[in-house]
């Protein structure tokens, strides 16, 4: 059963123009964070919700928004996406308390600007 | 500064070969180091987490070890198939990071028939 889904897998859209990746989880975590991979790069941080406390990470651009209207959802705004910006977006989750430290990563959106 | 360095960055093996993959990390103060598989397209599934007590764990043919003291880890991959055919990432969590996670580069495996 999918715990944490990524929707669409695939989005492609044009330079400067708005997108919205979503994520949904099925496991109650309270924590959920935002990725981003490039090709062969490892997956950088770019913020996470700690219950509705919203913690952006030093270095991630303006361009980049997040909401997370309720515990299962999250989404990722992409205001004016650039060609730098095309990457795999990976949502992943975690329940602060939890002795496995487990955190769950969803399949990611491949997103493509052209 | 927190750091994972993985190697090799890339390896070709035959089905059916043994291979070891390498991890040292710098997060201080430790509190678990996770290996992740990570097939192209795909999100990293977690294979093992362990904690400072813990030195072995095994997932099927897969079996990291580690040594806090030494500040390493390993990897390794038995009778490999060629589903074993990923990207490996070493992540470590410090005891103080709020569960952020310091990501390795990881290692490009490649398995051939």
């Known amino acids: 059963d999918a715990m944490v889904i990524q929707n669409p897998r695939y989005q492609v859209t044009q330079f400067g123009k708005p997108v919205t990746l979503s994520c949904s989880q099925t496991l109650n975590h309270n924590v959920m964070y935002w990725y981003q991979q490039k090709s062969s790069q490892a997956p950088k941080l770019l913020f996470h919700y700690y219950d509705k406390d919203f913690n952006n990470e030093a270095d991630t651009p303006d361009n980049f928004q997040s909401r997370r209207p309720n515990t299962s959802f999250c989404f990722l705004d992409i205001r004016s996406p650039g060609l730098g910006d095309a990457a795999m977006y990976l949502c992943a989750t975690h329940r602060t308390g939890e002795s496995s430290y487990e955190q769950y990563f969803g399949p990611g959106t491949r997103l493509t600007v052209t | 500064k927190n750091q994972v360095e993985q190697s090799p960055q890339s390896l070709i093996i035959l089905e059916g070969k043994n291979c070891t993959l390498q991890c040292n990390y710098t997060v201080s103060p430790f509190s678990n180091l996770r290996w992740y598989k990570q097939d192209t397209g795909r999100g990293p599934v977690s294979l093992t987490i362990?904690?400072?007590?813990?030195n072995t764990k095994s997932n099927g043919r897969y079996t990291a070890t580690l040594d806090a003291d030494t500040k390493q880890s390993s990897l390794h991959i038995t009778a490999s198939q060629l589903s074993d055919s990923a990207s490996y990432i070493c992540v470590v969590s410090g005891v103080n990071a709020g569960n952020m996670l310091t990501f390795g580069g990881g290692t490009r495996l490649m398995v051939k028939p």
């Open positions: 362990m904690t400072f007590s813990e």
